[in-house]
């Protein structure tokens, strides 16, 4: 029951339907672009990930990697997986033309991605994570670093990682103990243990770049203290190539739920006393530099989750119109033709609700991307600072919406399965599997709900909020079709209830309500997050209902739009309801969590 990765229309759709993504292409940067190039990008992702990717998906998650103490070892399908898509050139997709790149917009390197995503999440960690590590170096090292480390990683040659859990410390950067000591040329020596590693031991490249937060000795306490270094698994010779270890160690391999291709690993620093750290930047600002790796990583979890989902929810949804079971009235006897079980009520209740998550989460996500784009490359700063300041309102929504989603939608993928859903023998409890590190990793969803409620919707004097509420009611003054007109009017009063209900978050956090808003964070994270993807389905809405006008559609694209129509509708009408019961909870400060003593459980 094979499908393409992802939809073509769907793509589509919500590049240059919705986002005009095309338009950007009138922009100096992208100015070497059109439609045709940038579709030729996704052509050749797509082509990898359906011919190196997907193949492998579940034999990289029933074979894991092993380590015998001295050397990791995968599946060999890996390894040509990730030399295809560093032979492509998509590791520098984004980067400028004189640094080995592309120049693409995030937009369509965000739609190449989700081709990857939904082909083999764990296969795909490897390449991504090093974009990521690239482009901290990028922004924040010296030149001799940036000359060092990025052309290897850009070009595939080396990997990298971002190196910041310690066994006692999670979330909690603060606490970290890994230290760096100066040395007196002025270098640095790297001392610790770092866990939960995404590819931090492997034969994929020649060598590993891990950015390692630590401390260095007599930094101030807490996160001001904490610097950024980059620690090479190998350091380099006077040409540019790995030589000598660099005391960077395995200590073991960590065996997870899912995502099981990707080695999560124990890495000790130092254990010799001779572990070369390089510092990035200034010191002490290591957090700051991270966050930029951070919120990148955070949109494309967001993406992930809508992808791994949307994977399920298309396999769950050819199984539905394949398998035959039961019948419907009238014809229901015993002696009538029985129906695919698509025809059934309660699974259309379950294809609907995963379509209106995971396409909700994807246009969210696409819709993120672009403010990427507008906040580098719009003509005037003004623009590009509402661009960035929007963005920042909408990166905890965009990381936490999705993979609160998508693992949702995996599940009620399983449950149309049935018995089948529940067994290895197909996909789908690999993709929830797979799913459910999103809510976790890069910041759980609870800490995501911590940052929107106490930092995000407040910054800059509101400034993201603002931009958020003119943007919203600028879409919806100039939409006319009658079906989106009446999604609006039921929207509108969360919207009205929302405005006023966060001057009292704001009195509340500032006093004794504090604790109970605190712990009731969560409520307004969803409460945010189902009103944006309500409007997100209401963009996709709209530009359906104009479509549907068209008489020259095919029966084909007039089903694609119908069906958005009749998503946007079901979301608005079924999920959005559903933040009556946070917006009580929020606005009476109940306190049944916050007030609940460890000693009761």
């Known amino acids: 029951m094979k499908s393409e990765l992802v939809k073509d229309k769907e793509y589509q759709f919500q590049l240059y339907e919705v986002l005009d993504t095309e338009a950007l292409c009138s922009r100096e940067r992208f100015s070497e672009h059109n439609k045709e190039t940038f579709d030729a990008v996704l052509d050749i992702a797509n082509k990898i990930a359906t011919e190196k990717f997907a193949p492998h998906n579940a034999k990289a998650d029933a074979n894991e990697p092993t380590f015998d103490g001295e050397k990791v070892t995968m599946i060999e399908e890996v390894q040509v997986a990730y030399d295809a898509y560093a032979q492509a050139g998509l590791i520098a997709g984004r980067y400028d033309f004189e640094e080995g790149g592309m120049q693409l917009p995030e937009t369509i390197m965000m739609a190449c991605s989700g081709y990857f995503m939904a082909a083999n999440p764990s296969s795909t960690s490897y390449p991504f994570l090093t974009v990521a590590a690239a482009n901290v170096i990028r922004n924040f090292a010296s030149d001799s670093i940036k000359n060092a480390f990025m052309p290897p990683m850009l070009s595939g040659d080396f990997t990298g990682t971002m190196a910041l859990t310690e066994p006692h410390a999670g979330s909690s950067l603060a606490d970290i103990h890994t230290s760096a000591s100066k040395t007196a040329d002025g270098q640095y020596r790297i001392k610790g243990s770092k866990m939960f590693i995404s ?12 950015l390692v937060l630590a401390k260095i000795q007599g930094a101030p306490a807490g996160v001001k203290g904490i610097s950024l270094f980059v620690v090479p698994k190998y350091r380099l010779d006077n040409q540019g190539e790995p030589s000598e270890s660099n005391d960077v160690a395995l200590a073991g391999l960590i065996h997870k739920l899912g995502y099981r291709g990707t080695t999560s690993t124990v890495l000790s620093f130092g254990d010799q006393g001779d572990c070369h750290g390089y510092l990035i930047g200034e010191e002490h600002q290591g957090l700051r530099y991270m966050f930029l790796m951070m919120n990148e990583a955070r949109l494309g979890v967001g993406f992930g989750a809508a992808m791994i989902g949307y994977s399920g929810y ?47 989460a994807m246009a969210l996500c696409f819709y993120a991307a672009r403010l990427v784009d507008d906040s580098h490359t719009l003509e005037h700063k003004i623009q590009r600072q509402h661009a960035l300041e929007l963005l920042d309102l909408l990166t905890p929504i965009v990381k936490a919406w999705p993979s609160e989603y998508g693992p949702k939608a995996n599940d009620l993928a399983i449950q149309i399965l049935g018995g089948a859903g529940y067994t290895r023998e197909y996909p789908v409890e690999q993709c929830w599997r797979d799913n459910r590190l999103n809510p976790i990793h890069e910041g759980t969803n609870g800490i995501q709900a911590l940052d929107l409620l106490t930092r995000k919707l407040w910054q800059a004097q509101g400034a993201g909020l603002k931009q958020l509420q003119q943007v919203m009611q600028g879409d919806f003054s100039v939409i006319t079709g ?38 009731n964070a969560s409520c307004f994270m969803n409460v945010f997050g189902q009103i944006v993807t309500s409007w997100m389905w209401i963009r996709q809405a709209n530009v359906a209902e104009k479509a ?30 559903t933040i009556a019961k946070d917006i009580k909870l929020l606005t009476e400060f109940d306190d049944t969590c916050a007030a609940m003593h460890s000693d009761w459980f």
């Open 199 to 210: 590819a931090g031991d492997h034969s994929l490249s020649k060598n590993i770049v891990h």
């Open 314 to 360: 298309q396999y769950s949804l050819a199984y539905a119109k394949d398998r035959v079971q039961g019948r419907i009235p009238p014809h229901n006897k015993p002696t009538d033709k029985a129906v695919s079980i698509i025809q059934h009520g309660d699974v259309k209740r379950m294809l609907l609700a995963q379509k209106s998550y995971v396409e909700g």
């Open 482 to 519: 009658p079906l989106c007109q009446a999604l609006i009017k039921l929207l509108k009063p969360y919207i009205q209830q929302m405005s006023e209900l966060i001057p009292a978050l704001a009195q509340g956090l500032a006093g004794d309500k504090q604790p109970v808003l605190l712990a």
């Open 548 to 577: 549907l006008h068209n008489s020259d559609l095919s029966k084909d694209e007039q089903d694609f739009y119908q069906g958005k129509l009749q998503a946007a509708k079901y979301f608005i009408h079924w999920e959005l309801p």
